[in-house]
C-alpha cells in the first residue's frame, strides 16, 4: 500500500470506523471493563483519545531524531496515571485536561514546533497522566491495562508511520492533521464548559 493510496482510501476509511466507534471512552466503572481485549480497545474507541495518540506518535516523527522518546513516555506515564486513579489517587480536572493535550499536541504538530526530546516527553507524559487516570477509573487491573499498554503503543506506532510517510508528502497535510486536533480538544473544552 503506497502513502497516496493511505490517504486517498484508508485514512478516510479508518476516520469513519474511528468516528463509529466515538462514544464515549470515559462511561462505566471498572467492574464492567476487564481483559486484554477491552483494555486494548479503550483507547482505540474514544475519539478523543485516538486522536491525541496518534498526534503524539506524528508530532514526535516528524520534529524528533529519537522519534520514539516522547511515546514511549506516553505509554508509561499512562500506565503510571491508571495505576495511581486505580490506588484511589484523585486526579483534579481530568476531562479538561485531556482537552488542554489535545490542543496543546495539535498546535505542537500544526506550527512543527521542535521542543528537546526531554521537554517534549515531559510534556507528553504530564498530559498522558490524565489520560491514564480516565482510563484507571474505568479498567480493571490486571490484563486490561496491559490492553490498554498496547493498545496505545500501535496508536503511537501509526502515528510514527503517518509522520514518517508526511515527511515525503505535501507541506500542509501535518499542519492539517494538527489543526484538526487542536479543534477537537477546543470542541471537547467546550463542550465541558457549555454542560
Do not use: C, Y
Not at 466503572?29 to 485516538?50: E, K, R
Not at 489517587?89 to 499536541?105: C, G, H, N, R, T
Not at 503517518?162 to 470542541?187: D, E, S, T, Y
Amino acid at each position: 500500500m503506497t502513502f497516496a493510496f493511505f490517504l486517498k482510501r484508508a485514512l478516510p476509511a479508518l476516520a469513519l470506523a474511528a468516528l463509529s466507534f466515538s462514544a464515549a471512552a470515559h462511561g462505566g466503572d471498572a467492574h464492567d471493563h476487564g481483559g486484554l481485549l477491552t483494555g486494548f480497545l479503550h483507547p482505540v474507541t474514544g475519539l478523543d483519545h485516538l486522536a491525541a495518540m496518534l498526534a503524539v506518535g506524528v508530532w514526535s516523527a516528524m520534529t524528533t531524531k529519537r522519534l520514539w522518546v516522547a511515546p514511549l513516555s506516553f505509554a508509561a506515564l499512562l500506565l503510571a496515571g491508571a495505576l495511581l486513579a486505580q490506588a484511589g489517587i484523585s486526579f483534579p480536572a481530568i476531562e479538561p485536561m485531556i482537552a488542554v493535550s489535545m490542543l496543546v499536541v495539535g498546535l505542537l504538530l500544526a506550527a512543527q514546533v521542535k521542543l528537546p526530546e526531554a521537554a517534549g516527553a515531559v510534556l507528553v507524559g504530564a498530559f498522558a497522566l490524565f489520560h491514564g487516570a480516565a482510563h484507571g477509573q474505568e479498567l480493571a487491573a490486571g490484563t486490561a491495562l496491559a490492553g490498554m499498554v498496547l493498545g496505545t503503543a500501535v496508536l503511537h506506532a501509526a502515528g510514527i508511520a503517518i509522520g514518517l510517510g508526511f515527511q515525503r508528502a505535501h507541506r500542509w497535510l501535518p499542519r492539517v492533521a494538527g489543526g484538526a486536533v487542536a479543534l477537537m480538544g477546543l470542541n471537547m473544552g467546550w463542550s465541558l464548559l457549555a454542560g
